[in-house]
């Protein structure tokens, strides 16, 4: 698979090498050359210094025929407009914007994009370590056709992570 | 009527003052507190000191009764969440959006936003009504670097326009050999006759590409020095 993660933080750079280790192509932007610090140095996939919110700049990467886009910058609005991009500019069947505001989050997916709400699922594992019930909402990409943590379970080599969910 | 404007800076802050000139009810949603008081000192209590990207500071400057919301911060992604926001929760009538970067203003409109502003768009307008845009474009380099292929289009000013390319008189290391013409791409004949916006393929000695310049673009002196120097 092809992916492509805008934001090199500390979940950008960790998700580029997990995906990049169980042998896909990845592409991650970042506009400061110094977030690729985060990376390893025998890091397998590409280090693109770009503003990933531009749409040249993603023609430029390959969004186009991407099979995976992850918009995790520490703007939520930069994260919606790069997701936003990608599936209506490049055709990208699967991007998910991280939206750490909760009601922007569930806005957008109510409008068609996938959304990951930190805020929420810090609150939600907190919240269940000190006893209270879980917030049904809470966990893992909100998709607009409903809640999925695996999109694309049948494509990737590695899919498990689900087991280790919340099923307990 | 009721507009909302988010962002007080420059382009929010005359809006402003010009739309209050105008008898219109207005707030401003400004997140920076200096700036917000500021304003708030010039135009007087129509700013609230909070970020617009949040819905329910939309909410509570009255999105759900607004007209109009503009959105005009310095940032197309904060622009672009409002409109939706405004399009989408408040059914807002009309949102307008400033963006910087040209290319953001199809997908703005894709996405719901009613009018979308572009000031370097109109920048850019204003100035390629001042210089001849056609250019010689240099596609690739050929035999390490003696050879170019090249792209010309042909102008409403061209020199060759209405010839055929037996008629321009190009020196022997330059060679036209593809006419682009809308969608069509055909091999150099005889009998074309150059129209404007025809491009033009070539292959060239490195040293000949300011006689292909010249005899498809023009020197540029017709156009380019008058106008330039106004």
Request: proline share 4%.
């Given at each position: 698979?092809?992916?492509?993660?805008?934001?090199?933080?500390?979940?950008?750079?960790?998700?580029?090498?997990?995906?990049?280790?169980?042998?896909?192509?990845?592409?991650?932007?970042?506009?400061?050359?110094?977030?690729f610090a985060?990376?390893?140095?025998?890091?397998?996939?590409?280090?693109?210094?770009?503003?990933?919110?531009?749409?040249?700049?993603?023609?430029?990467?390959?969004?186009?025929?991407?099979?995976?886009?992850?918009?995790?910058?520490?703007?939520?609005?930069?994260?919606?407009?790069?997701?936003?991009?990608?599936?209506?500019?490049?055709g990208?069947?699967?991007?998910?914007a991280?939206?750490?505001?909760?009601?922007?989050?569930?806005?957008?997916?109510?409008?068609?994009?996938a959304?990951i709400?930190?805020?929420?699922?810090?609150?939600?594992?907190?919240?269940?370590?000190?006893?209270?019930?879980?917030?049904?909402?809470?966990?893992?990409?909100?998709?607009?056709?409903?809640?999925?943590?695996?999109?694309?379970?049948?494509?990737?080599?590695?899919?498990?992570?689900?087991?280790?969910?919340r099923?307990? | 009527?009721?507009?909302?404007v988010?962002?007080?800076?420059?382009?929010?802050?005359?809006?402003?003052?010009?739309?209050?000139?105008?008898?219109h009810?207005?707030?401003?949603?400004?997140?920076?507190?200096?700036?917000?008081?500021?304003?708030?000192?010039?135009?007087?209590?129509?700013?609230?000191?909070?970020?617009?990207?949040?819905?329910?500071?939309?909410?509570?400057?009255?999105?759900?009764?607004?007209?109009?919301v503009?959105?005009?911060?310095?940032?197309?992604?904060?622009?672009?969440?409002?409109?939706?926001?405004?399009?989408?929760?408040?059914?807002?009538?009309?949102?307008?959006?400033?963006?910087n970067?040209?290319?953001?203003?199809?997908l703005?409109?894709?996405?719901?936003?009613?009018?979308?502003?572009?000031?370097?768009?109109?920048?850019?307008?204003?100035?390629?009504?001042?210089?001849?845009?056609?250019?010689?474009?240099?596609?690739?380099q050929?035999?390490?670097g003696?050879?170019?292929?090249?792209?010309a289009?042909?102008?409403?000013?061209?020199?060759?326009?209405?010839?055929?390319?037996?008629?321009?008189?190009?020196?022997?290391g330059?060679s036209?050999?593809?006419?682009i013409?809308?969608?069509?791409?055909?091999?150099?004949?005889?009998?074309?006759?150059?129209?404007?916006?025809?491009?033009?393929?070539?292959i060239?000695?490195?040293?000949?590409?300011?006689?292909?310049?010249?005899?498809?673009?023009?020197?540029?002196?017709?156009?380019?020095?008058?106008?330039?120097?106004?």
């Amino acid at each position: 698979m092809r992916v492509i993660i805008v934001g090199c933080g500390r979940v950008g750079a960790g998700l580029a090498e997990r995906f990049a280790r169980s042998g896909h192509g990845v592409t991650i932007i970042d506009t400061n050359s110094e977030a690729f610090a985060r990376l390893e140095p025998d890091f397998p996939g590409q280090a693109v210094r770009a503003d990933g919110t531009d749409e040249d700049v993603l023609r430029r990467v390959g969004t186009q025929g991407a099979d995976l886009f992850f918009a995790l910058t520490e703007g939520d609005n930069r994260n919606i407009l790069a997701a936003q991009l990608a599936t209506e500019t490049f055709g990208v069947q699967h991007a998910v914007a991280k939206v750490n505001d909760p009601v922007r989050a569930e806005a957008y997916t109510s409008l068609g994009l996938a959304t990951i709400c930190r805020t929420r699922m810090l609150i939600d594992a907190l919240a269940r370590h000190g006893g209270l019930p879980a917030d049904p909402g809470a966990d893992g990409v909100h998709t607009p056709s409903g809640r999925h943590d695996a999109a694309l379970a049948g494509a990737t080599s590695a899919a498990p992570a689900r087991a280790t969910g919340r099923e307990g | 009527m009721y507009i909302i404007v988010v962002g007080g800076g420059r382009v929010g802050y005359y809006l402003t003052k010009e739309l209050l000139e105008a008898g219109h009810e207005l707030v401003v949603l400004e997140k920076n507190t200096r700036r917000a008081n500021q304003i708030s000192d010039e135009l007087g209590s129509i700013v609230l000191n909070r970020d617009g990207c949040e819905g329910k500071y939309l909410a509570e400057a009255g999105a759900n009764r607004a007209k109009i919301v503009a959105a005009v911060t310095g940032d197309d992604e904060d622009n672009l969440v409002v409109c939706q926001m405004a399009k989408h929760h408040f059914e807002v009538p009309r949102t307008i959006a400033r963006v910087n970067n040209p290319k953001n203003e199809q997908l703005f409109r894709h996405l719901g936003v009613d009018e979308v502003i572009s000031p370097t768009r109109m920048a850019l307008a204003a100035i390629e009504q001042d210089i001849p845009v056609h250019e010689l474009l240099h596609l690739a380099q050929l035999s390490g670097g003696e050879i170019e292929l090249l792209e010309a289009q042909i102008g409403a000013d061209s020199p060759a326009l209405g010839r055929r390319p037996s008629d321009i008189p190009l020196p022997e290391g330059c060679s036209l050999f593809v006419l682009i013409r809308g969608d069509t791409v055909q091999p150099m004949r005889g009998e074309t006759v150059f129209q404007a916006g025809d491009k033009v393929l070539a292959i060239s000695r490195t040293e000949c590409a300011v006689d292909l310049h010249r005899e498809l673009i023009g020197d540029g002196q017709a156009v380019g020095s008058s106008s330039l120097a106004g």
